[in-house]
């Protein structure tokens, strides 16, 4: 799992981090949330919008 990680942060040109009990997204590191990695930003772009359509706030 840890090496896992580690690949998926090598090719990740933008990681974000989701607070999923607090519905918030965020670019800089939130306490107790988990982070995202994406290897492009049209998919990082697709699935934010996914999640600000279910209510979660970009902060």
């Known amino acids: 799992m840890a090496e ?3 690949v998926k942060k090598k090719t990740a ?3 974000v981090w989701i607070d999923e009990s607090n519905k918030v ?5 939130i306490p107790n949330a ?3 990695y ?3 930003k049209a998919t990082g772009l697709q ?3 996914s ?3 279910k209510g979660y706030k970009i902060g």
């Open 47 to 49: 699935t934010l919008n």
């Open 38 to 40: 994406f290897e492009n």
């Open 13 to 15: 040109i933008w990681i």
């Open 34 to 36: 988990r982070q995202l």
């Open 25 to 29: 997204i965020s670019i800089k590191e």
């Open 51 to 53: 999640l600000v359509r």
């Open 4 to 6: 896992e990680i580690k």
